[in-house]
């Protein structure tokens, strides 16, 4: 059997090379659920989509190499860039999802994603994450993931987590983030890590779906609906952010890197 497969970096930066590398498949009807996490696991990318029209609506799935998951922010901007360059009239796409209904529309040479909100709650978690880096956050929450806020942009870069006691915290994984200063020369209002070794993403490289707890988070905190957000992972990604009601507009850029033929 043979598949068309596209590799395409979502959410890049300046850099060559940056972004979240997700692969793309858009099949005429779902394979085996088997034969999908197989073909993930084969493509070891932090996410492997599968696509199938419905009508003018299509069906998304998302697979780590272990396990399909409820929601991915940089496989649905890889997919939504590969059936814009499909359909190069068709301008937004509605895709059915385990996480409802989202969209992603062209805004200029990037793609925006509708996603929901999710509001994080306060949980005690600090002493748990300083066993994970060595270093204390000031505050921990909860959403889909462990949200562990650190003093400065310093202490994010110096992360270092050990994956084993990772492992026993609750949620899907860990995203560590902290407010970005002037004196950071970022460029940008806040920065983020993520880390999902239950997931089988030790690090993952750009994490959409984090930033849908991550925007509402630091709305509360700066009193401002509209955000730069960097990744800082070794290949860093780059997000726009927006905060309107129960939904964060995600938006960026993408590349594709290959494409070619999966055979089984």
Not at 113 to 140: K, M, R, Y
Not at 238 to 243: S, V
Request: proline share 4%; hydrophobic share 45%.
């Amino acid at each position: 059997m043979e598949l068309d497969l596209q590799v395409v970096n979502a959410f890049v930066t300046e850099q060559a090379f940056s972004g979240n590398p997700a692969a793309v498949c858009v099949l005429d009807a779902f394979l085996d659920d088997a034969l999908m996490q197989q073909i993930a696991a084969q493509n070891n990318l932090s996410e492997t989509a599968f696509i199938v029209a419905e009508g003018e609506h299509f069906h998304l799935r998302w697979f780590t190499p272990n396990v399909e998951v409820d929601l991915c922010g940089h496989a649905t901007l890889a997919s939504a860039f590969v059936l814009f360059e499909q359909d190069s009239k068709r301008d937004e796409i509605h895709f059915h999802s385990r996480s409802g209904q989202l969209s992603a529309k062209r805004c200029g040479s990037q793609i925006q994603l509708n996603f929901p909100a999710l509001q994080p709650t306060t949980i005690d978690l600090i002493a748990e994450v300083h066993s994970v880096f060595g270093i204390a956050p000031q505050a921990t929450y909860m959403a889909d993931d462990v949200v562990a806020v650190f003093n400065d942009v310093s202490e994010i870069r110096a992360l270092s987590p050990k994956l084993e006691i990772l492992r026993t915290l609750p949620g899907r994984g860990l995203v560590a983030t902290a407010q970005v200063s002037a004196e950071d020369k970022l460029q940008c209002d806040f920065v983020s890590r993520w880390f999902g070794p239950k997931v089988s993403v030790n690090e993952d490289p750009v994490t959409g779906s984090a930033h849908c707890a991550l925007v509402p988070y630091w709305q509360q905190q700066l009193q401002q609906h509209q955000f730069i957000a960097r990744q800082l992972s070794p290949r860093g990604g780059l997000l726009h952010c927006e905060l309107i009601g129960e939904r964060v507009y995600l938006s960026g850029h993408a590349q594709r890197y290959l494409h070619g033929k999966v055979n089984f």
